[in-house]
């Protein structure tokens, strides 16, 4: 069974077990600065979830930008259509499929009727590619949807190291709940295919936000 499917049951609670506010929030923040959006930009959010990362993109984009989000969990979107109408947002977009096997044409027909253009201007994804199977086609889609120039950033989970090491079997629980493979690194086809690549660590290791260029 794919790890994935484990958050359906809970998703209504998923935002308040997850640690986000005392853990993880902290990468999603740091990611998306360094993914370095400007107004009017379109971005994909792949593997969206509840709509955790919709606020920060948000203040990135603005109003005249617009949010892709992709998700293959129902109960998870149902969330974050209810986060979307809660904010009003009028330029949030959401997508039902399986991020390893979306087709990039799906994400160009949101952005071409909503925006007039094909590409996205920047690719994100927090704490969900650790959770497939298969984390590449995830990423080789990402490569196909961003537009020559733009940019990406995966925030994914390893162990904790040095002197945090003693928060590991925290960390080991915490990721089991949810799926996670702490040794998936996600991040190693940014580094691979991206430039300008920045690779950033927080929570002792626990939390990498790695950012760059593609072409």
């Excluded at 069974?1 to 049951?9: A, H, K, W």
């Excluded at 209810?82 to 991020?99: H, K, L, Q, Y």
């Excluded at 094909?118 to 537009?147: C, H, K, L, N």
């Amino acid at each position: 069974m794919p790890r994935i499917s484990r958050y359906g049951p809970g998703a209504r609670v998923y935002d308040v077990v997850s640690g986000e506010r005392l853990v993880y929030r902290i990468g999603r923040a740091a990611g998306i600065r360094s993914l370095r959006l400007s107004a009017g930009d379109i971005v994909l959010d792949l593997g969206c979830g509840t709509g955790l990362n919709f606020p920060l993109l948000q203040q990135a984009v603005g109003p005249t930008g617009l949010v892709i989000g992709v998700d293959r969990s129902p109960a998870m979107l149902e969330m974050a259509h209810a986060r979307v109408a809660g904010n009003d947002w009028d330029n949030v977009r959401i997508i039902e499929a399986d991020a390893t096997e979306l087709d990039p044409a799906d994400v160009a027909a949101v952005a071409e009727r909503e925006r007039g253009r094909t590409g996205v201007d920047g690719a994100f994804s927090t704490y969900a590619m650790s959770v497939f199977d298969e984390w590449e086609p995830a990423w080789q889609t990402i490569r196909r949807v961003v537009r020559p120039g733009g940019r990406a950033g995966i925030v994914d989970m390893a162990m904790p190291t040095g002197i945090a090491v003693v928060f590991a079997p925290l960390a080991v629980l915490a990721c089991a709940i949810g799926g996670a493979d702490l040794r998936a690194r996600p991040w190693a086809g940014l580094e691979r295919d991206g430039t300008a690549v920045k690779h950033s660590v927080y929570r002792g290791g626990h939390i990498h936000v790695v950012t760059g260029t593609l072409h």
